[in-house]
Nanobody
Framework: QLQLVESGGGLVQPGGSLRLSCAAS????????VGWFRQAPGKEREGVSC????????SYSDSVKGRFTISRDNTKNTVYLQMNNLKPEDTGVYYC????????????????WGQGTQVTVSS
């Protein structure tokens, strides 16, 4: 059973940076696409970024394109989300999710979810 644990969230000022990690255990991530989703208070969950199983394809929502970078290190069974130039509207709980050959923004395509990590962007 694949388990995912996010880390790296916190409080940061606008313009700052954070790197989120999504560490997998219980199985190898080699065959899983991984997505990052976020949910702000009172808002629906939205897809932020995703990466395919081999890491050759990545995608970003328009709201984070050019500021966030997703990457994966299959040797460490970990996926990262580097977030630069953070804005207050980036505030929310960030979740990583994994699905076999998954890619894209459809939550139902992802079978395993982490517990989330809080990101707060505020001065």
């Amino acid at each position: 059973q694949l388990q995912l644990v996010e880390s790296g969230g916190g409080l940061v000022q606008p313009g700052g940076s954070l790197r989120l990690s999504c560490a997998a255990s219980g199985a190898t991530l080699d065959y899983y696409g991984v997505g990052w989703f976020r949910q702000a208070p009172g808002k629906e969950r939205e897809g932020v970024s995703c990466i395919n199983s081999r890491g050759g394809s990545t995608s970003y929502s328009d709201s984070v394109k050019g500021r966030f970078t997703i990457s994966r290190d299959n040797t460490k069974n970990t996926v990262y989300l580097q977030m630069n130039n953070l804005k207050p509207e980036d505030t929310g709980v960030y979740y990583c999710a994994a699905g076999v050959w998954a890619y894209g923004w459809v939550p139902d395509d992802y079978d395993y979810w982490g517990q989330g990590t809080q990101v707060t962007v505020s001065s």
